[in-house]
């Protein structure tokens, strides 16, 4: 199934889902998340693209701060 969620933000970062897909390639647990990671205060585009759940290492998300992990789309 899949759901669009709301954006958060957390400190100086703003983070919306576009796509979230419970069980990605039909396999359990293995949700994945297209975001798009914005610096609140410059408004620069820092991330947009997909995360994972089973392979967070696969996503390219680097800040010297802040690390992003997906744990579920629920």
């Known amino acids: 199934s899949e759901s669009i969620l709301e954006g958060l933000q957390y400190k100086s970062l703003n983070v919306q ?20 990671v914005k610096d ?3 408004l620069d585009v820092l991330y947009s693209g997909w995360i994972y759940q089973k392979r967070p290492s696969v996503h390219v998300f ?13």
């Open 62 to 74: 680097e800040h010297p701060t802040f690390s992003m992990y997906l744990i579920s789309c629920k």
């Open 40 to 42: 609140v205060d410059s």
């Open 17 to 36: 889902v576009k796509q979230c897909i419970q069980d990605y390639e039909g396999v359990y647990g293995n949700d994945t998340a297209f975001v798009e």
